[in-house]
């Protein structure tokens, strides 16, 4: 057996090893969120309307902090008889997006779930205002 | 998905394990010969038996723990063969029949979960002493189990069946039968807003609640005494330590512990022999290099040799190490394999014990989260002390490390406890 093909085949072998340890911690990564965490600090996050009257298939990105209501003055102008002027605020900082309703008259649902106080938003989930449903990318 | 990635994974592990097993029958000459296939094989048969059994049992148990255990058993298996290739063929059944036990626990919790596990508290703690006491048997005694001391400790328990005599070291799983007891315990026991006393101008637990440290530090000194035995010891007494830490926050426990812990430790020294060997032969390996330095400095040796990509499997010489194939697995890894080896390893073991304690932190009741704690940490700490007496951190303690150390009991031991964190990560998922 040559010297050289066995050296390059132990070191093949290490590379393998750590092709393993690599593959296993990034699934960890992709399980805690941590590349959806990363991605949206630099990017922000995007909600996309996917049930309304008028608007579906609106979709815009949150940086900052963006309002939503049904005020021309708001951020995103929501067409919907059920919003009120100043409905939401969409905080996203550090990759989290946290929701706050600001004292709408019909509320706010996360999930199907009232928003009493500000919560936190994951990908995937569903806010309602009126019968307009957006969804966090 | 994630479930495709560990059957991916596991295959993967296995392909590692041949191809060690191929690069050292090249590297030594004897030809590529059915060794190779054999433990694909044999890999794939156990740890996909075991991931059958999470998919079946368990199916939404967290699926990164048995991966990195895998590719920690590949390793070590690679050493083994190049160290002992009988001993190799022996630790392939050894893999098979732990993983049937893994499979064996997953089933039996299948329906009620570890709750069982709660409700036999008392039995559990019963195995536990049985185990514990066993070695202790007389190695002439009649019947057919008896005792027998190897290395100068006595842990061993020989069970003759006529045809065959079975070695097996009963701590490897009175361990996990004292960290399932000891999180019933406190979880019944201790309430978070436990009552305080003061003394003088500390406050500290009720004494009543301190007493169960007492009691397994004196547990842990019989185990010392009796059986020669410094890790089980110093294992038994730091898991008790930790538990009660996790189940109270209460610092004063850590205190408490490392005080006897300490007294405990310049006693032992004081008091025997055995331990001032261990200890001088940390500090000083070449004082007595012929003799109780061997060892440690064979150790080093291999280490410092592997330097970064190890001199390559099957062309260094681990065969010089005592127990290379036990207790200095790593030694043996660390010169075939290199700084990068041992790397890999030590990463792996931190893999395990950060999902342990994740499974831990997301359990919702506070046995499973105890359990789950309890079963991580003995799993860490035990990994710690043997790389520590490896490594020259701590005096050698002489015990098995996970997944990686040639011998039954221990691949019985801790493919049982992977399993049961699993199932711990499948129940709070629900």
């Known amino acids: 057996m040559p010297d050289v093909l066995l050296t390059v085949l132990r070191l093949i072998f290490l590379a393998l090893v750590y092709l393993f340890l690599w593959q ?80 709408s008259t019909n509320g706010t649902y996360v999930n199907g779930r009232r928003v009493t106080a500000p919560v936190e938003l994951n990908r995937g989930d569903a806010i309602q205002v009126g019968k307009t449903v957006m969804e966090v990318k | 998905m994630t479930r495709l990635l560990e059957a991916t994974l596991l295959v993967g592990a296995a392909a590692i394990a041949a191809f060690g097993v191929t690069l050292v029958n090249l590297a030594t000459g004897t030809g590529v010969d059915a060794q190779v296939g054999l433990t694909f094989f044999v890999f794939l048969l156990a740890f996909g038996a075991v991931h059958v059994a999470l998919r079946t049992f368990a199916p939404r148990s967290v699926p990164y723990l048995l991966p990195p255990a895998a590719l920690l058993a590949a390793l070590s298996f690679v050493e083994i063969y190049r160290i002992s290739p009988f001993r190799a063929g022996l630790q392939r059944w050894w893999l098979l029949i732990a993983a049937a036990g893994a499979v064996l626990v997953l089933a039996v919790l299948h329906r009620t979960g570890t709750v069982l596990l709660r409700r036999y508290r008392f039995t559990l703690f ?20 008896r005792g027998l001391e190897a290395n100068g400790s006595r842990l061993w328990v020989v069970a003759d069946m006529g045809f065959i005599e079975l070695h097996f070291q009963p701590g490897e799983v009175a361990k996990l039968a004292f960290v399932a007891f000891l999180a019933a315990y406190l979880a019944d026991r201790i309430s978070l807003t436990g009552t305080r006393r003061r003394l003088g101008r500390w406050s500290i637990p009720e004494p009543r609640q301190i007493f169960p440290l007492v009691a397994v530090w004196a547990l842990s000194s019989l ?29 004063v426990f850590l205190w408490a512990g490392g005080v006897l812990a300490g007294g405990g430790a310049v006693s032992a020294y004081v008091l025997f022999a055995h331990v001032q060997r261990r200890v001088e032969a940390w500090l000083d390996p070449f004082a007595d290099f012929e003799g109780t330095g061997y060892q440690i400095a064979q150790g080093v040796f291999a280490l410092g040799s592997g330097s970064l990509a190890g001199a390559g ?18 030694a043996a890894v660390g010169e075939e394999l290199g700084f990068a080896g041992t790397v890999a390893v030590i990463a792996s073991y931190a893999v395990v014990v950060a999902v342990g304690f994740g499974i ?28 520590a007496g490896v490594l020259r951190i701590l005096p050698l303690t002489g015990i098995s490390l996970p997944f990686m150390s040639y011998g039954g009991s221990s691949l019985v031991g801790n493919f ?10 499948h129940e709070e998922t629900a």
């Open chain 1, 24 to 103: 296993v911690a990034r699934s960890i990564s992709d399980h805690l969120g941590l590349r959806w965490q990363r991605e949206t600090r630099r990017r922000g996050t995007r909600v996309v309307v996917i049930r309304s009257d008028t608007q579906a298939g609106l979709d815009f990105t949150v940086r900052d902090a963006v309002v939503l209501g049904r005020s021309p003055e708001a951020d995103i102008e929501l067409a919907d008889p059920y919003a009120s002027e100043f409905h939401l605020r969409l905080v996203s900082r550090d990759g989290r997006l946290v929701l706050t309703d600001l004292g």
């Open chain 2, 126 to 145: 019963g195995v536990t002493l049985l185990l514990l006491a066993a070695p202790l048997i007389p190695s002439d005694a009649p019947g057919p189990i």
């Open chain 2, 416 to 425: 049982a406890l992977v399993a049961l964190l699993a199932r711990i990560s």
């Open chain 2, 360 to 387: 831990a932190l997301r359990a919702r009741d506070r046995y499973r989260k105890l359990l789950a704690a309890g079963l991580t940490f003995a799993f860490g700490f035990q990994t710690f002390l043997i790389l």
């Open chain 2, 223 to 251: 185990v010392l005494v009796s059986q020669r035995d410094l890790g089980a010891a110093t294992l038994l007494f730091a898991v008790v330590v930790a538990m009660l830490y996790a189940a109270t926050a209460e610092r």
């Open chain 2, 313 to 330: 499997p099957g062309l260094g010489r681990p065969d010089l190490i005592p127990n290379a194939i036990t207790d200095f697995i790593f």
